[in-house]
């Protein structure tokens, strides 16, 4: 079994939350404006996040 790389990790919505430090109130929040980073929902109806989706979005977030 390969191991995964940073850049393909999907992430659960507490670790974007704890990476973050915000509450998950805020992310679904973020995310029913479409203003959070791009999710992946599995079958099971739970989202994740990939590494890569989610460092693309906190470079986007950047003041210049």
Known sequence: MAVATRNSQKLTVDEVCAELQVARSTFYDWRAKGRGPRCIRLPNGALRVR????ENWLN???IL
């Open 51 to 54: 590494r890569s989706d989610f």
């Open 60 to 62: 986007d977030c950047e």
